[in-house]
């Protein structure tokens, strides 16, 4: 008779050659059982281990016959299921709006475009990423909602809201309006994946992520959690924006942080009163998407003009987007359809980003 113990013992001499881990203690092995003269266990390989096989064949023989000679031993061996490489395999593409300077639209142009991309009859998500001045509650007409929160395998898990037929999560949300936060690193880092990992996000063929300006810490722990699909990047017409928007793009592109840019964005880039609708006052000079778009050899997804409209839709919590008479909304929509095209010729020819390491 075989004793179990002494088995086990026995099977701590099989050990890993690259981890020096035996193969009992590691926690590869399963469905251990001793029957008999008969030793028969299951272990769990990386696809990289194949080579591994005969090794720990030979080892357990050896090693189990050297007490017990009339010994019978079974392997079965299983490979090892790969981690998912994202943290939300529900979600087809994750997009960030970035910008270098603040105020030049980012929230208005991440709403109307997940409001476009839904009409599309896309599946679209908001995740509200300014954690120091969230907009999205004002912007869609939500300030004072508050998101279920239901358990989930007894932990509790955040229902995003939904609106204009978008799922949204802001951290305007969970806070009073008038509590003033001063939110650091490691809490700011913290919240960004709360909204990743603890929020019930739907399937989703895009989850928009607004971003706050420049190139910070949310910025940093976005790229550390989650792998982005890609970037856009908004500017105005200026000069002065297009440097600070190229500072933000540079980030992006890093050789190790690597996220694509899809495009460019050019905001406020004209500007048409309705009483003299051939005119274009061009009141933030012109030119600055172009000159970004030719600097990050990429493409300009659109320009959207300054109006009365968008204004008034952004702080009434009614987009133009969800307004398809305004005239405002062509631009939104033909933005939409430019980007479509950048994130599918991106999807078709690029790697899945990787998320950055944090070493
Ligand atoms: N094309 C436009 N026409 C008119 N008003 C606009 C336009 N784009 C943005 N705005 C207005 O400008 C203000 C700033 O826009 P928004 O909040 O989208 O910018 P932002 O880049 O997200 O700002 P922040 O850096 O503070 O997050 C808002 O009041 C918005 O309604
Ligand atoms: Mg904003």
Same mark, same amino acid.
């Given at each position: 008779?075989?004793?179990?113990?002494?088995?086990?013992?026995?099977?701590? +001499?099989?050990?890993?050659?690259?981890?020096?881990?035996?193969?009992?203690?590691?926690?590869?092995?399963?469905?251990?059982q001793?029957?008999?003269?008969r030793?028969?266990?299951?272990?769990?390989?990386?696809? /990289?281990?194949?080579?591994?096989?005969m090794?720990?064949?030979?080892?357990?023989?050896?090693?189990?016959?050297?007490?017990?000679?009339?010994?019978?031993?079974?392997?079965?061996?299983?490979?090892?299921? +790969?981690?998912?490489?994202?943290?939300?395999?529900?979600?087809?593409?994750?997009?960030?709006?970035?910008?270098?300077?603040g105020?030049?639209?980012?929230?208005?142009?991440?709403?109307?475009?997940?409001? /476009?991309?839904?009409?599309?009859?896309?599946?679209?998500?908001?995740?509200?990423?300014?954690l120091?001045?969230?907009?999205?509650?004002?912007?869609?007409?939500?300030?004072g909602?508050r998101?279920?929160?239901?358990?989930?395998?007894?932990?509790?898990?955040?229902?995003?809201?939904?609106?204009?037929?978008?799922?949204?999560?802001?951290?305007?949300?969970?806070?009073?309006?008038?509590q003033?936060?001063?939110?650091?690193?490691?809490?700011?880092?913290?919240?960004?994946k709360?909204?990743?990992?603890?929020?019930?996000?739907?399937?989703?063929?895009?989850?928009?992520?607004?971003?706050?300006?420049?190139?910070?810490?949310?910025?940093?722990?976005?790229?550390?959690?989650?792998?982005?699909?890609?970037?856009?990047?908004?500017?105005?017409?200026q +000069?002065?924006?297009?440097?600070?928007?190229?500072?933000?793009?540079?980030?992006?592109?890093?050789?190790?942080?690597?996220?694509?840019?899809?495009?460019?964005?050019?905001?406020?880039?004209?500007?048409?009163?309705?009483?003299?609708?051939?005119?274009?006052?061009?009141?933030?000079g012109?030119?600055?998407?172009?000159?970004?778009?030719?600097?990050?050899?990429?493409?300009?997804?659109?320009?959207?003009?300054?109006?009365?409209?968008?204004?008034e839709?952004?702080?009434?919590?009614?987009?133009?987007?969800?307004?398809?008479?305004d005239?405002?909304?062509?631009?939104?929509?033909d933005?939409?359809?430019?980007?479509?095209?950048?994130?599918?010729?991106?999807?078709?020819? +690029?790697d899945?980003?990787?998320?950055v390491?944090? /070493?």
């Amino acid at each position: 008779m075989l004793d179990n113990n002494k088995v086990l013992d026995l099977l701590r +001499q099989v050990v890993n050659p690259n981890t020096t881990k035996n193969i009992v203690d590691s926690g590869i092995m399963h469905d251990y059982q001793v029957r008999e003269h008969r030793v028969s266990f299951t272990l769990l390989l990386h696809p /990289s281990e194949d080579n591994l096989k005969m090794l720990y064949l030979a080892k357990a023989e050896e090693s189990i016959k050297s007490v017990y000679p009339e010994a019978e031993v079974l392997i079965n061996f299983r490979k090892e299921q +790969q981690a998912p490489s994202t943290p939300l395999p529900q979600v087809k593409n994750v997009i960030a709006v970035a910008s270098g300077k603040g105020g030049v639209g980012k929230s208005t142009v991440a709403l109307n475009l997940a409001i /476009s991309l839904q009409q599309q009859g896309f599946k679209v998500g908001l995740l509200d990423a300014d954690l120091y001045g969230p907009s999205m509650p004002t912007m869609m007409g939500l300030r004072g909602k508050r998101p279920e929160i239901r358990k989930i395998a007894d932990k509790p898990k955040m229902i995003p809201i939904e609106q204009f037929g978008i799922h949204t999560i802001s951290l305007g949300f969970l806070l009073e309006e008038e509590q003033a936060v001063v939110l650091r690193g490691p809490r700011l880092g913290g919240i960004i994946k709360q909204f990743v990992y603890d929020t019930v996000w739907p399937d989703l063929d895009y989850l928009i992520m607004d971003l706050p300006p420049g190139t910070g810490d949310i910025q940093l722990t976005i790229v550390q959690t989650i792998p982005l699909t890609g970037v856009v990047i908004v500017t105005t017409p200026q +000069q002065v924006a297009v440097a600070d928007a190229l500072k933000a793009m540079n980030m992006f592109l890093l050789p190790n942080v690597n996220v694509p840019i899809l495009g460019v964005v050019e905001n406020m880039s004209w500007f048409t009163p309705v009483e003299l609708p051939d005119h274009k006052y061009k009141l933030f000079g012109e030119g600055g998407g172009e000159k970004l778009t030719k600097l990050g050899e990429t493409v300009l997804l659109g320009q959207i003009p300054l109006t009365m409209s968008v204004r008034e839709g952004g702080d009434a919590g009614l987009p133009v987007a969800s307004r398809p008479d305004d005239p405002a909304a062509d631009y939104f929509k033909d933005m939409t359809l430019q980007f479509i095209q950048a994130v599918n010729r991106r999807n078709n020819t +690029q790697d899945q980003t990787k998320i950055v390491k944090v /070493s």
